[in-house]
C-alpha cells in the first residue's frame, strides 16, 4: 500500500524514523528544534524527541558543523541542518578540509557518519542569497557523497541511507520541491545510492534532469510527446556522488540523443560533467548535438521576473530537446 | 635551581614559576612525566637530520622545546580521554602513549605507520588511542575536539576532551564559535593553549591587544589560567583542575600554557622575520633541562637514573628510525584504500 505524502513530510518522516530507530542520531542546526525550521520540514521532532536529540544551534555554522564531526568520530550520527544551503560557505573549511579528510588522511581509521542536509534551489524572491545550489563544488571533493534527490519517495529512502551509513553525506533538498507530493512506500525501506532511477520511458531521446529539474523535464516529455509524439526518457540520477554512469549510458544506447538539466548556473555546473562523461564514454551512441539546460551565470535576483529568466522552465527543455534533435 | 638564573627566566616569562609537584603527584609518575619528554625530545631532535636524507618528506613542525605542554596536559588524563591536536603534532601523540616505532614510519611514508602513509607529520593519528588526529589548518581541530565533548556530554559519557591549539588557533572564528557553544552547554572541554608567541612570523604582540590569551574566557564566562609553558608541572596542576571541573559537569575552560618557540616554526624555516640569537635565549627555559634539575634537586630522581632514562630514549628513537625505514612503500593499490567506508 503506497500513501501520497510531500516531499516536506517525507524528509520529516525519515528524520523521525531515524531518531527513533537509533538513538545514536541527532538533529542540529539554526531553527531545528522549536521552530521546527522555517520551513516546517523538523516540525514536531523537538517536541517528540527532546533537547538532547534535536539541538538548537547558534548561528555559528563552522563551529557547529565542526562539532558534528567530532561527535560523528566518536560514535554518534549527526544529521546538520544548513538553513539555506548559501550558508553553508561558512561551513566550508570543515567540510572540505576536515570532514571529508579525516577518514583518509588518518589512514581509514576514523568514521564520519555524518548527514548534512542543506535546501537549495531558486524560488520566492528570497534573492542572491537564498536561492543558490551549489551541489558541483561538493561533487568536486573526493571523501564526500553528494544526495539530490526530487521525489519523496526517493527523498526518504536516500535520506535514510544518508544516515545510517559510515560516510560524510551532503543532502540537499529543492526547497520548491516541499510542496511537491509524491506516492511512498509504507514501512521502513531505503534506497542505494549510486543507482539512477528512470522517472519516463522514452526511445526518442534521453534527459538526465537534477533536483526540482526532474519535475521540469518531466512536464516537457509530456508535453512533447501529446503534442508532437517525441517520447524522451527522463532519468533522474539520484545521488550525484556516487553517479550511476551505467543507467545513463544504457539509455543514451537506445536514445542516441541527449539534453541535461539542473538549475544551478551553466559554468563548472553538474551537467557539465554529466555531459563530458557521457560524451567520452557514450560517443559512439550519439547522433546529434548534446545539449546542456542551465541556470544562467548571474547572481539570482529579487524582482519576479528577472528570477524566472534565471533559471530553465520546461519551454527550456522543449526548445533544447529540439535542438538536440535536429 | 640558582635564584640568579630564575631571575632570568622571570625576565623574558613573567608568568615563570619555580616547578613543584602538586599535591597527589606520586615521584613514580613525576619520573614517568620525565620520560615521556625525553621520548619527545629525541623523537624531535632527530627529524631535521632525517628529512635532509630525504627519508622524511614534505613538512614537519617541531615540538621541540614545548614538551612540558603535550606531557603536562595529557598526564592529567584518564586512558579512556581523547586529544585533539594541532600541524604541530608528535609530541600530543608520544604523550598520549602512541608508539614510536609506528609514528616514525609514517612520518617516512611508510605502510606500517598509523596513517599507513597518507597523512604524515602534519596528520599523524592516534585514533586508538585517543588522539583524534593532527590537523594541517591552524585553530579547525577544536571543531572536531567540542564535537567529540559534545558527544560525550549528550550520552552521559564520562570522558574529557583536551583540545590542543596554538595562538595563532585563537584567532580564527570557529575557536570562537565552539567556545561559546561549549559554555553554553556545559561541555567536558580543555582549551589547551600552546602559546609559543609566533604564528609562524607573526609575533603575539602583532596578533593580539590582550595581555593573555586567558582573558578572553571572560567573553564566554568560563574561567581562564595562564601558567608557565615551560614548566609540566605547572600545566599538569592546572589541566587537572580543569578537567576535574569538565568531568564534574561544570563546563570547559581555557588553559594558556605561555612560552617560546625557540626552534623554527617547521624544519627547514630560516627564521628571516626575526633575530635567531634571540630566540636562542630563551633556551635558558628549556622544559627537559628544567625538569631534570627539579628532579635531581628535590630528590625525585637521581642523577643516573636521569641518565639511564635518557640513554633509553635515545635507544627507542634509534631504534624507530630503524623500523620506520626497514618499513614498506604503500603499495599503489592502496591509493584509494580508506576514501570511504563499506
Not at chain 1, 539520484?238 to 549510458?249: E, I, N, S
Not at chain 1, 524582482?303 to 520546461?314: F, T
Not at chain 2, 605547572?234 to 618557540?261: D, L, N, Q, T
Request: some cysteine; aromatic content about 8%; overall charge negative.
Amino acid at each position: 500500500m503506497a500513501r501520497r505524502i510531500t516531499v516536506k513530510q517525507a524528509i520529516n518522516e525519515a528524520l523521525s524514523e531515524e531518531l527513533e530507530r537509533d538513538d545514536r542520531v541527532i538533529l542540529l542546526g539554526c531553527d531545528v528544534g522549536r521552530r521546527g525550521n522555517p520551513f516546517g520540514v523538523t516540525s514536531g521532532l523537538w517536541q517528540k524527541y527532546g533537547d538532547s536529540r534535536v539541538i538548537d544551534t547558534p548561528l555559528s555554522e563552522e563551529g557547529f558543523t565542526g562539532m558534528a564531526l567530532g561527535a560523528a568520530a566518536t560514535g554518534m550520527r549527526p544529521v546538520v541542518e544548513i538553513l539555506y544551503s548559501d550558508w553553508i560557505t561558512l561551513a566550508m573549511d570543515q567540510i572540505v578540509n576536515e570532514i571529508a579528510k579525516s577518514r583518509y588522511m588518518f589512514g581509514g581509521k576514523m568514521n564520519v557518519p555524518l548527514v548534512i542536509r542543506a535546501p537549495v534551489g531558486v524560488g520566492g524572491g528570497v534573492a542572491a542569497q537564498h536561492s543558490q545550489s551549489f551541489e558541483s563544488w561538493f561533487c568536486h571533493i573526493p571523501g564526500l557523497k553528494v544526495v539530490m534527490p526530487s521525489t519523496a519517495s526517493d527523498v526518504k529512502g536516500l535520506l535514510k541511507t544518508s544516515i545510517r551509513g559510515n560516510n560524510p553525506v551532503i543532502f540537499f533538498e529543492h526547497k520548491r520541491s516541499y510542496a511537491i507530493e509524491g506516492e511512498v512506500p509504507d514501512g521502513d525501506y531505503t534506497i542505494p545510492f549510486g543507482q539512477a532511477d528512470v522517472k519516463r520511458q522514452g526511445k526518442d531521446l534521453t534527459i538526465v534532469a537534477v533536483s526540482l529539474m526532474v519535475h521540469h523535464a518531466l512536464a516537457a516529455a509530456e508535453r512533447l510527446s501529446a503534442e508532437e509524439g517525441i517520447e524522451c526518457e527522463v532519468i533522474d540520477p539520484r545521488t550525484l556522488v556516487p553517479m550511476d554512469w551505467d543507467t545513463m549510458l544504457a539509455s543514451l544506447k537506445k536514445t542516441s540523443r541527449l539534453v541535461v538539466v539542473h538549475e544551478s548556473s551553466r559554468t563548472c555546473g553538474i551537467g557539465g560533467e554529466i555531459l563530458a562523461e557521457l560524451v567520452e564514454r557514450g560517443f559512439d551512441y550519439l547522433e546529434g548535438r548534446p545539449i546542456r539546460v542551465a541556470g544562467l551565470d548571474v547572481p539570482i535576483p529579487y524582482n519576479r521576473g528577472l528570477e524566472h529568466l534565471v533559471i530553465p522552465d520546461p519551454q527550456h527543455i522543449v526548445d533544447a530537446v529540439h535542438r538536440a534533435l535536429d | 635551581m640558582a635564584e640568579k638564573e630564575f631571575e632570568q627566566m622571570r625576565k623574558l616569562l613573567p608568568e615563570a614559576t619555580l616547578l613543584e609537584a602538586p599535591p597527589g603527584l606520586s615521584p613514580e609518575r613525576q619520573f614517568e612525566m620525565y620520560r615521556t619528554m625525553l621520548l619527545i625530545r629525541e623523537f624531535e631532535v632527530s627529524i631535521p637530520d632525517l628529512w635532509k636524507r630525504n627519508l622524511v618528506y614534505g613538512l614537519a613542525h617541531s615540538y621541540e622545546g614545548a614538551e612540558a605542554v603535550a606531557v603536562g596536559a595529557c598526564s592529567a588524563l584518564e586512558p579512556g580521554d581523547y586529544i585533539t591536536s594541532t600541524h604541530r603534532g608528535h609530541g600530543h601523540c608520544i604523550a598520549k602513549g602512541a608508539d614510536v616505532n609506528l609514528m616514525m614510519a609514517e612520518l617516512m611514508g611508510k605502510y606500517e605507520g598509523y596513517c599507513h602513509g597518507k597523512g604524515g607529520s602534519m596528520h599523524i593519528a592516534f585514533v586508538e588511542g585517543g588522539m583524534l588526529g593532527a590537523c594541517g589548518i591552524v585553530g579547525a581541530n577544536v571543531g572536531m575536539a567540542a564535537g567529540c565533548a559534545w558527544r560525550a556530554k549528550l550520552r552521559g559519557d564520562k570522558d574529557v576532551t583536551v583540545c590542543f591549539h596554538g595562538d595563532g588557533g585563537t584567532n580564527q572564528g570557529i575557536w570562537h564559535e565552539t567556545l561559546n557553544m561549549a559554555s553554553i552547554w556545559k561541555l567536558p572541554l580543555v582549551y589547551m593553549v600552546e602559546n609559543n608567541q609566533w604564528s609562524i612570523s607573526l609575533s603575539y604582540d602583532r596578533a593580539f591587544n590582550v595581555p593573555h590569551i586567558a582573558d578572553r574566557a571572560a567573553a564566554y564566562g568560563i574561567p581562564g589560567v595562564t601558567v608557565d609553558g615551560f614548566n609540566v608541572l605547572a600545566v599538569y596542576g592546572a589541566v587537572k583542575e580543569a578537567v576535574a571541573r569538565a568531568r564534574a559537569g561544570e563546563g570547559p575552560s581555557i588553559v594558556e600554557a605561555k612560552f617560546f618557540r625557540y626552534v623554527g616554526h617547521f624544519v627547514a624555516d630560516d627564521q628571516r622575520y626575526r633575530s635567531i640569537e634571540e630566540a636562542n635565549r630563551w633556551r635558558i627555559m628549556d622544559p627537559v633541562k628544567r625538569m631534570r634539575e627539579y628532579l635531581v634537586g628535590s630528590g625525585v630522581a637521581t642523577e643516573e637514573a636521569c641518565r639511564e632514562a635518557e640513554a633509553e630514549a635515545h635507544a627507542k628513537i634509534g631504534a624507530a628510525i630503524e623500523f620506520g625505514m626497514k618499513g614498506t612503500e604503500p603499495a599503489a593499490a592502496t591509493l584509494f584504500e580508506g576514501l570511504y567506508a563499506d
